[in-house]
Nanobody
Framework: QVHLVESGGGVVQSGGSLRLSCAAS????????VAWFRQAPGKWREFVAM????????IYAESAKGRFTIAKNNAENTTSLQMSSLKPETTAIYYC????????????????WGQGTHVTVSS
């Protein structure tokens, strides 16, 4: 069982940067892949980025490539998402998720979820 808590959300101007954090408690966090998803108002929750537990390999959504960086620190049980060149369409609730048994971009594949952190990008 893993409990996830996101932090770092807020209001930022277009073009700015923000760093989200996901703190995990529980056992075997170093054995879990971790992902970030986001859900904008009125839209489905969508995949943003993930990092694999075994080789720290990363996968990004097209919208995140080149602007977002996901990192995992097993010693501190944290995962971060560094976001830069933010755009108004980036506004959403950002969720971190752990484990995965299936397609990485499918919300149903992830077993554990945080409560989300709000990110608002103003134009």
């Amino acid at each position: 069982q893993v409990h996830l808590v996101e932090s770092g959300g807020g209001v930022v101007q277009s073009g700015g940067s923000l760093r989200l954090s996901c703190a995990a408690s529980g056992r075997n966090f170093d054995s879990y892949s971790v992902a970030w998803f986001r859900q904008a108002p009125g839209k489905w929750r969508e995949f943003v980025a993930m990092i694999r537990w075994n080789d720290f390999g990363t996968i990004y959504a097209e919208s995140a490539k080149g602007r977002f960086t996901i990192a995992k620190n097993n010693a501190e049980n944290t995962t971060s998402l560094q976001m830069s060149s933010l755009k108004p369409e980036t506004t959403a609730i950002y969720y971190c998720a752990a484990y995965s048994a299936g397609r990485y971009d499918n919300t149903g594949s992830w077993n554990y979820w945080g409560q989300g952190t709000h990110v608002t990008v103003s134009s």
